[in-house]
């Protein structure tokens, strides 16, 4: 397939390339993306099932924001956290939300079915749930999980074993409730259409083509597999929006794959230098490499099912340990994961310890270092950056 034209990179610059789509270049010059709602605009989708770690995804890709300037996008209705697509939970721009809910979670739905049954959750329950949130939501209300638990509780709905949460989502993804505002350190439940209103409507292609050419401009260059894995649409689907897509997009073969840009994003030319981006892979050469902090379950890594890229095959269970689904935080040097982190907070202070999969040179140490100074200001907090420890 070829769109707009097939040119061939090596690994390196799609790695660049990467980079400066997510807005992980040089933070404070060319390559953050603006505000905190612009990051999410510009990714479209944030995975965000750990909430401090999604606003730390926002967060280090927005040049000078804090935590608080991030709540604040929150809190304004800018933004919200949902489950727009995949069964799992996003930060998404109030304006897309409605049409990705539209597109992509009947399919989600659907292959819940099977769990709801083994729940015993039935339409009657979601129909009461239902019921329950348009009472207590309705007319600007808020509720924090345990309300909206102990609601379901009082009108004769268990939520143990899981109910709970998959009757939240399910509200969600047929578009009726949403994570809106800031409620101490989480979020309250709102109605979505009362809080963001019902905001853009589009076609099916439309929407195909926004879905396609939205990810491509926040995650690419990345294989139309990715995308699938990605979104959970179908093939058919993500064939269609490439096809909506057409000439905005642009084809780079590296090896058997075809990865995928937007192409006003490779207007210099495909191998366009920017000096902002990636430096020097000896670790000794003149300047300074670009090292990163990024939390765990970041787009960086979980906004493609092929991770090879970044990640060596043999270091990903160091990644998600055991298995268990949990993605540990990134140490990432020149677009490449090369360890994990750690946080421990107690009395004002956050202590941040790197776990490299081999020993780093000094001057990488140092800018880890930088970077988990720069997440102590998100946080507010005062840096204390602890040695190193092998994994």
């Known amino acids: 397939m070829t769109a707009g034209g097939t040119t061939r990179r090596d690994e390196t610059a799609l790695i660049q390339a990467r980079l400066r789509s997510h807005g992980l270049c040089w933070q404070g010059r060319t390559g953050a993306l603006g ?7 510009r990714l479209l989708a944030v ?3 750990d909430f401090p770690s999604g606003m730390w995804a926002i967060g ?19 933004i919200v956290r949902t489950w727009p697509m995949r069964g799992t939970l996003h930060v998404v721009a109030a304006e897309d939300l409605g049409w990705m809910v539209r597109l992509a979670a009947p399919r989600v739905l659907s292959s ?26 309705g007319g600007g209300g808020r509720a924090t999980r345990d309300e909206f638990m102990a609601a379901l509780e009082a009108a004769g709905i268990a939520t143990t074993g899981q109910r709970g949460p998959h009757l939240v989502a399910t509200l969600a993804m047929t578009g009726l409730v949403c994570w809106g505002p800031t409620a101490g350190s989480q979020q309250a439940l709102v109605l979505t259409e009362e809080w963001i209103g019902r905001g853009r409507d589009l076609t099916d292609d439309e929407a195909l083509g926004e879905f396609v050419l939205r990810y491509l401009r926040g995650h690419g260059p990345a294989t139309m597999k990715d995308f699938i894995w990605w979104s959970k649409l179908t093939v058919a689907q993500a064939k269609r929006g490439w096809a909506v897509a057409g000439d905005r997009i642009l084809e780079t073969v590296h090896g058997d794959l075809s990865y995928w840009s937007i192409a006003e994003d490779r207007a210099a030319g495909p191998e366009a230098a920017d000096e902002d981006v990636v430096e020097p892979a000896d670790p000794d050469a003149g300047r300074s490499r670009r090292v990163l902090a990024l939390p765990g379950f970041d787009e960086y890594l979980l906004g493609y099912t092929g991770r090879d890229l ?9 990644i998600v340990p055991g298995g268990n689904g949990i993605f540990l935080p990134l140490i990432v040097v020149d677009g490449r994961i090369v360890g ?16 490299p999969f081999e020993p780093l040179s000094a001057r990488t140490l140092t800018g880890f270092a930088s970077a988990a100074r720069a997440y102590a200001r998100f946080l507010a907090l005062s840096p204390d950056i602890a040695a190193p420890v092998p994994l």
């Not at 970044?310 to 160091?318: I, W």
């Not at 994990?340 to 776990?355: D, E, H, N």
């Open 112 to 137: 819940m079915a099977g769990r709801h049954r083994q729940l015993e959750l039935d339409q009657a329950s979601f129909d009461l749930a239902r019921d329950i949130a348009e009472r207590l939501l």
């Open 310 to 318: 970044v990640l060596p095959p043999e270091h990903f269970e160091k």
């Open 35 to 41: 505000t905190p709602t612009d990051v999410v605009r």
């Open 340 to 355: 994990t982190w750690r946080r421990r907070i107690a009395k004002g202070t956050v202590t941040i310890t790197p776990a």
């Open 60 to 78: 280090s890709r927005s040049h000078g924001s804090t935590a608080a300037s991030v709540t604040a996008s929150f809190d304004r209705g800018e």
């Open 47 to 49: 995975q965000a099932q």
